[in-house]
């Protein structure tokens, strides 16, 4: 006895979906990798004054490395997966602390140098800064202003011995005499962090409106 099978052939059709939908779709999906990208990688920033001469131009545009510190949740104030931790001598971004306090205000960034960790205590003299009783002097600090100010101008040039708090950083502009920064409104917590600047990929001169090509692709030390 024969058994005889016929095999059926199915045909399958492909639906080919419409141009609008397949560029939506991409469109979607890039604007989501944006998001996640922006939020928990790399973001850019753009230079608007000079309190971080001669470091940083007014026009540099940068990169800062958002998960070095550790991926913040949104609304939250943990990190996790941290590289490191922030160090002396980082160049970072933050939110500036006292805007917590003023929500009907638009967030400012501000982006400053590192100079005193949790636990230590800084002090001023005459504008060299002492980190833990030891004169902490770096090559990227600037002075452009001669003389030593009083106290009538605040703590600019000279401020009494202040421990950081734990969580906390004291920052300062490499433009010392023309930076506003913790000598004058305190400590930045560690969760108002944003990242790490690390490098310089575009710098527009507005005076001679020209780009400045040496400092693009510049590392920031």
């Given at each position: 006895?024969?058994?005889?099978?016929?095999?059926?052939?199915?045909?399958?059709?492909?639906?080919?979906?419409p141009?609008?939908?397949?560029?939506?779709?991409a469109?979607?999906?890039?604007?989501?990798?944006?998001?996640?990208?922006?939020?928990?990688?790399?973001?850019?920033?753009?230079?608007?004054?000079?309190?971080?001469?001669?470091?940083?131009?007014?026009?540099d545009?940068l990169?800062?490395?958002?998960?070095?510190?550790?991926?913040?949740?949104?609304?939250?104030?943990?990190?996790?997966?941290?590289?490191?931790?922030?160090?002396?001598?980082?160049?970072?971004?933050?939110?500036?602390?006292?805007?917590?306090?003023?929500?009907?205000?638009?967030?400012?960034?501000?982006?400053?140098?590192?100079?005193?960790?949790?636990?230590?205590?800084?002090?001023?003299?005459?504008?060299k800064?002492?980190?833990?009783?030891?004169?902490?002097?770096?090559?990227?600090?600037?002075?452009?202003?001669?003389?030593?100010?009083?106290?009538?101008?605040?703590?600019?040039?000279?401020?009494?011995?202040?421990?950081?708090?734990?969580?906390?950083?004291?920052?300062?502009?490499?433009?010392?005499?023309?930076?506003?920064?913790?000598?004058?409104?305190?400590?930045?917590?560690?969760e108002?962090?944003?990242?790490?600047?690390?490098?310089?990929?575009?710098?527009?001169?507005?005076?001679?409106?020209?780009?400045?090509?040496?400092?693009?692709?510049?590392?920031?030390?």
């Amino acid at each position: 006895m024969k058994l005889f099978f016929r095999k059926q052939r199915q045909d399958i059709d492909i639906v080919k979906k419409p141009w609008w939908r397949e560029y939506g779709e991409a469109l979607l999906v890039a604007a989501i990798l944006a998001i996640i990208i922006r939020t928990f990688v790399i973001q850019a920033f753009k230079i608007p004054s000079g309190s971080m001469e001669d470091t940083l131009l007014i026009g540099d545009h940068l990169l800062v490395n958002k998960f070095i510190y550790g991926i913040q949740v949104p609304f939250a104030d943990e990190r996790y997966f941290a590289i490191r931790g922030p160090k002396r001598g980082d160049v970072i971004v933050f939110e500036f602390p006292r805007d917590a306090y003023k929500p009907w205000l638009q967030r400012r960034d501000f982006i400053k140098r590192v100079i005193g960790l949790p636990g230590d205590v800084i002090e001023i003299r005459d504008k060299k800064v002492y980190v833990n009783g030891k004169l902490y002097q770096i090559p990227q600090e600037v002075h452009k202003e001669e003389g030593i100010v009083g106290p009538q101008y605040g703590p600019r040039d000279n401020m009494k011995p202040v421990r950081v708090p734990p969580g906390h950083y004291f920052v300062m502009g490499d433009n010392r005499d023309r930076s506003y920064d913790s000598r004058f409104w305190g400590f930045v917590p560690k969760e108002k962090i944003l990242g790490l600047a690390f490098i310089k990929y575009w710098s527009w001169d507005s005076e001679r409106h020209l780009p400045r090509w040496s400092r693009i692709g510049q590392p920031i030390e």
